[in-house]
Every structure is written in structure tokens, then in C-alpha cells.
Nanobody, 122 residues
Framework: QGQLVESGGGSVQVGDSLRLSCAASSALSRFAIAWFRQAPGEGREFVAG????????NYRDSVEGRFTISRDNAKNTVYLQMNNLKREDTAVYYC????????????????WGQGTQVTVSS
């Protein structure tokens, strides 16, 4: 059974950092994991992804250099380190899993977590 559980969200100020965690069930241990986010009134957008056993990561342009995705295989957990947060990073963040490699298309993902809220204020 594929399950994902996010944690680590919160309310911070502009310039602060947060680290989100996505704990995956063992069935998803080799899957590609991506982070998406959805701001109020907006669609869900790709943020960052890790290809897992396939290797490689990628990011949306607006977070490149500020966010880092990493994976701890021993814990079946994927992290999203978010530095220098901006107000426009405010959203509910979701992790998602699919076989093989990351896709930027949310429709390609079968497994989703419940989301964790990140609020950045000035």
C-alpha cells in the first residue's frame, strides 16, 4: 500500500527557513518523489522532484538555489529544505510519488500526501 505523510510546515517570516518531510511507506521506497504546492485560489504546481533510484533532481525556476530536495533511503523519507522563504512561497505543500522518474504533471502521480501548510509573512 502506498502512503505518504508530510510534516514540517508552519508560519515563518520572510527570509526564514523550513524543512518539510515526506515519509513514504516501504512500497514507495524506489519511487520518484516530488513536491507540489497550491496557493489559495491557484492550481497545484510542481516545486521539486527526486528521481530516487534513477538519480537526479529538478526544481521549478522560482525556487532554484533556495530549495533543496534530498532523500534518506534508510528512513524512506524525502526532505524539502526551504531557505530564504518569500511571501509567494505561501501554500499547502504536497508530496507525491510515481514510478521511475519525476514528472511536472500532477496527473501523472497516483500517490499523494495530505499536505502541510507553509505561511510566509513579512
Amino acid at each position: 500500500q502506498g502512503q505518504l505523510v508530510e510534516s514540517g510546515g508552519g508560519s515563518v517570516q520572510v527570509g526564514d527557513s523550513l524543512r518539510l518531510s515526506c515519509a513514504a511507506s516501504s512500497a514507495l521506497s524506489r519511487f520518484a518523489i516530488a513536491w507540489f504546492r497550491q496557493a489559495p485560489g491557484e492550481g497545484r504546481e510542481f516545486v521539486a522532484g527526486d528521481n530516487g533510484s534513477g538519480g537526479g533532481t529538478n526544481y521549478r525556476d522560482s525556487v532554484e538555489g533556495r530549495f533543496t530536495i534530498s532523500r534518506d533511503n534508510a528512513k524512506n523519507t524525502v526532505y524539502l529544505q526551504m531557505n530564504n522563504l518569500k511571501r509567494e512561497d505561501t501554500a499547502v505543500y504536497y508530496c507525491a510519488a510515481r514510478p521511475w522518474v519525476v514528472s511536472h504533471n500532477l496527473a501523472d502521480y497516483k500517490y499523494w500526501g495530505q499536505g502541510t501548510q507553509v505561511t510566509v509573512s513579512s
